[in-house]
């Protein structure tokens, strides 16, 4: 119920503040760090910072701040940031595969980076059965109603060409998934209770240019 | 002066109605689309559609709606789409070739895709000086200061690691870059007269992931 109060953005910035905790010195232990700082280096004010963390709970203590480690084990508990959250891909082209490496790497090394690629889906008969870095099956899309729950996948990345992403979205929901962050530069709907995130390079891009001078 | 009234929300739906209308009939030319059809496709409602486009002149007829070719084409020149827009990357790992690859790929095939990718920088010696799909040439960072304005770059795009990206944009300022698109999974400072945009894919996996049933 509590998550249904905070807005949006107000979620974009404790994601923020727990990677820039998880930054910080591995033994920051017993250290404090003031609203203002954190602020700073999210690049919003003190009173935004104590008005977000203020929704959650009482983290910190006035006039000395936010104690390092135990705000950042509050925040994973928040964010769900202290499992495991399995992912995996739908679009084993370039992006698909660069993102996975990119994930990969990051799993293997970064003690605190909770997101484990387990599964990959796509129907091109030549990639289907192979594994990505020896480790992540290809699976056709037809095996996601079995293989979703199997993995027990919490998030779904699309990378798949702009003209089949509607079809193979509406596949994985039916399938289970419930959040998704698309790569396919088009809008998708999807019903109300799902969760779905953009990273749209190329309107990235677009909106950018529209900055240019002429 | 105009630019500056519009939100960057505004500027951000007219990049997806421009998208929407390209990827309409290439000889949708006579045909017209009502504000209510264009926001059913970008998931907004037409009342937002007319204000949108208000902002920035009269394109459509009461009753009628717009002529999709003629708008296409205003939007195209209010977004800076009717001329190519230079891209540069830095950082050429696997991100950035993927992303570069993807850039290329779009740029050969689509008539209406204007972002050319012209160089790469990084400082690997087992890179610098060899070419992206032969045609993209990697230079050292060094070189920036007289390869940017050389190759006339409008827009970086960044996809180092998080620990060195904001000693490079500072650099990519410095040579000249007035729009930068932000791989690298950190926050970023830039001058108030520069664009920065974001595109960070492990900071949208957590606020997915703080969705989640536990």
Chains 1, 2 share one sequence.
Do not use: C, W
Request: avoid cysteine; charged fraction near 25%.
């Amino acid at each position: 119920l509590r998550r249904l109060k905070a807005p949006d953005v107000v979620i974009r910035r404790l994601a923020l503040y727990l990677r820039i905790l998880q930054q910080m010195d591995e033994d920051a232990g017993g250290r404090f760090i003031s609203s203002k700082e954190l602020g700073e280096r999210a690049g919003v004010n003190s009173a935004q910072v104590r008005k977000d963390l203020a929704l959650f709970g009482e983290f910190g203590k006035q006039g000395v701040g936010y104690e390092i480690g135990y705000l950042r084990e509050e925040l994973r508990g928040i964010l769900n940031a202290n499992r495991t959250i399995n992912v995996a891909i739908i679009g084993v082209g370039e992006l698909g595969i660069a993102l996975a490496r990119y994930n990969l790497r990051r799993f293997s090394r970064e003690k605190h980076y909770p997101f484990r690629l387990v599964a990959a889906f796509d129907n091109d008969p030549a990639k289907v059965g192979r594994k990505i870095e020896k480790t992540v099956e290809i699976f056709p899309l037809a095996q996601m109603p079995d293989r979703i729950p199997e993995y027990r996948v919490d998030i779904m990345i699309v990378t798949v060409p702009a003209d089949s992403a509607q079809g193979v979205v509406d596949l994985a929901i039916k399938a289970g998934i419930r959040a998704i962050l698309n790569f396919a530069p088009t809008k998708l709907f999807v019903p109300p209770k799902i969760r779905l995130h953009y990273s749209d390079v190329s309107l990235e891009l677009q909106q950018l240019a529209y900055y240019l001078e002429n």
